[in-house]
Nanobody, 128 residues
Framework: QVRLVESGGGSVEAGGSLRLSCEAS????????LGWFRQAPGKEREGVAS???????TYADSVKGRFTASRDHATNNLYLEMTGLKPEDTAVYYC??????????????????????WGQGTQVTVSS
């Protein structure tokens, strides 16, 4: 079982930056595909970035060039550096382990239940 705890969310103006952190604990951390997902009110949960055990990353088109995901095997932390934030980036951001097929960006969810291990989420609000 993997336990994930996000931090670093907050409120910023458009164009600002935030750095999200996710502390992962539990057995088999090194063998998990990790990802960042977000969910805005009234919208489906969507993938933002995924990173596999070799550090290869995949980004959603909407965040390419602005967001950078990284993982640190030594500290068991996952990070999301967000720059050039836009109001449409406003959402609750989650980190998750093994939540998508092939370490992709589409979470496997049925209703409110999603496969994998998930953190509790951290709110990011971007004002115009």
């Amino acid at each position: 079982q993997v336990r994930l705890v996000e931090s670093g969310g907050g409120s910023v103006e458009a164009g600002g930056s935030l750095r999200l952190s996710c502390e992962a604990s539990g057995y088999m951390y090194r063998y998990y595909c990790l990802g960042w997902f977000r969910q805005a009110p009234g919208k489906e949960r969507e993938g933002v970035a995924s990173i596999d055990t070799d550090g290869r990353t995949t980004y959603a088109d909407s965040v390419k060039g602005r967001f950078t995901a990284s993982r640190d095997h030594a500290t068991n932390n996952l990070y999301l550096e967000m720059t050039g934030l836009k109001p449409e980036d406003t959402a609750v951001y989650y980190c998750a382990a093994e939540a998508s097929s092939g370490c992709g960006l589409k979470p496997i969810c049925t209703g409110t239940y999603c496969l994998g291990s998930w953190g509790q989420g951290t709110q990011v609000t971007v004002s115009s």
